[in-house]
């Protein structure tokens, strides 16, 4: 098992930035990829970022490409999104994810765990 905590959410204005923090603890050993996801009410979760857990490999959603920055901390078992330039269609609910896989995958049954969310609200 692999438990998954997001923090960092909150409500922020349009234009401006949050970090999201993923810490990760459980049989950590085999998850090669993390990856963040979204949520928006009555929308189906859609893939966001993913970054392998050496960090050689990280893939972006096209929505969030040049904005978004995903990033990770080994020693502390944790994984970052460091989110610029909101805009209020960024709101949903964030989750991360982990994956016992290599490679590029932004389909949701490629993740095993998922954590239990963080609110981001972005205000026009």
């Known amino acids: 098992q692999v438990q998954l905590v997001e923090s960092g959410g909150g409500l922020v204005q349009a234009g401006g930035s949050l970090r999201l923090s993923c810490a990760a603890s459980?049989?950590?050993?085999?998850?090669?990829?993390m990856g963040w996801f979204r949520q928006q009410p009555g929308k189906e979760r859609e893939f966001v970022a993913l970054?392998?857990?050496?960090?050689?490999?990280?893939h972006y959603a096209a929505s969030v490409r040049g904005r978004f920055t995903v990033s990770k901390d080994n020693a502390k078992n944790t994984v970052y999104l460091q989110m610029n330039s909101l805009k209020p269609e960024d709101t949903a609910v964030y989750y991360c994810?982990?994956?016992?896989?290599?490679?590029?995958?932004?389909?949701?049954?490629?993740?095993?765990?998922w954590g239990q969310g963080t609110q981001v609200t972005v205000s026009s």
């Open positions: 970054i392998s857990w050496s960090g050689g490999i990280t």
């Open positions: 459980g049989r950590t050993f085999n998850t090669y990829t």
């Open positions: 994810a982990s994956g016992n896989f290599v490679g590029i995958a932004d389909g949701r049954s490629a993740y095993d765990y």
